[in-house]
């Protein structure tokens, strides 16, 4: 008797490590059914794995695809791991973005766009940020990885203070509230959901509309998994800035991937500068 009980409590202490495992292994997963919805593409949308975790999209002739979060968000993180077209996707644009309702005319976003391009050559990833229906905040960078051999984390953090890019926890780039400074670009009254799709674009995506999608090799399929959302009032995702190392590691990839500025565009803004640009230089 007393050693089925002392059993009893061996396989209940077992069980108790497995659920904190699953539970632990599950956070960062989250269920595409439960938290998005089909923005366009119909069946070219497909979710799958045991737990929801992965989705695809697909782009043919006849249509892209997309999907949204069914939540708003007013600030928060979102991680998701991407995987995306290989081979020739020139033509094809795979993206991430945050947004509120467009039909204001004032809408905020928050892009990440990834350009497709021919096969060898690279992936251009275009970031962005609208505030109140105003964009032309553009930085694009090439990667130091294929983006379409393996999976790769994609993260927004957004806090009243800054947007911060990340790729596989390197940031790429901080765009900064400068409203201390008389500056009121910055996104921070309107909730945003989260977005994603993959479209054709070939009029302008690849090397600037020159190379045209191949059609003969769709469907295009871009993946994405493991999604996750933070927006828990006492996350880190509040007071995530810049340290050392972080700082660095920026400046490693702002040294030798970026591949366009809009701060750095004189051609574009000979008559003036967005404000920010003045103050952007010390991240
Ligand atoms: C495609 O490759 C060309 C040549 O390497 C490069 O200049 C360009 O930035 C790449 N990306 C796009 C989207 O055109």
């Known amino acids: 008797m007393g050693i089925f009980s002392n059993d009893k409590a061996l396989v209940l202490k077992f069980a108790l490590v497995v659920a904190i495992m699953v539970t632990s292994t599950a956070y960062g997963a989250g269920?595409?059914?439960?938290?998005?919805?089909?923005?366009?593409?119909?069946?070219?949308?497909?979710?799958?794995?045991s737990r929801s975790e992965q989705l695809s999209l697909a782009l043919d002739q006849g249509s892209g695809s997309g999907f949204r979060s069914k939540k708003e968000y007013l600030f928060g993180r979102i991680d998701m791991q991407m995987k995306l077209v290989p081979g020739n996707s020139a033509g094809t644009v795979t993206t991430l973005y945050l947004t509120s309702d467009q039909s204001t005319g004032r809408h905020d976003e928050i892009d990440f766009e990834f350009l497709g391009n021919v096969t060898g050559q690279p992936y251009t990833l275009h970031t962005n940020v609208f505030s109140q229906g105003q964009g032309n905040r553009e930085q694009q960078f090439h990667l130091w990885f294929d983006?379409?051999?393996?999976?790769?984390?994609?993260?927004?953090?957004?806090n009243p203070q800054l947007i911060m890019f990340l790729v596989d926890e390197t940031p790429l780039r901080v765009f900064r509230n400068y409203e201390n400074k008389g500056i009121t670009f910055f996104p921070k009254s309107q909730p945003q959901r989260i977005y994603a799709s993959l479209w054709n674009a070939d009029d302008w995506a690849t090397q600037g509309g020159l190379v045209k999608t191949d059609w003969s090799k769709a469907p295009f399929n871009a993946y994405y998994r493991n999604f996750n959302i933070d927006t828990s009032t006492n996350g880190k995702w509040k007071t995530h800035d810049l340290d050392a190392n972080s700082r660095r590691r920026m400046k490693w990839v702002q040294d030798n991937y970026m591949i366009y500025n809009y701060c750095t565009d004189w051609k574009r803004f000979s008559q003036a500068f967005p404000p920010e640009c003045k103050h952007a230089k010390f991240n």
């Open 31 to 49: 269920n595409f059914f439960d938290d998005f919805e089909t923005t366009f593409g119909g069946d070219r949308v497909q979710i799958s794995g």
């Open 147 to 158: 983006p379409t051999s393996n999976f790769h984390t994609y993260s927004i953090v957004w």
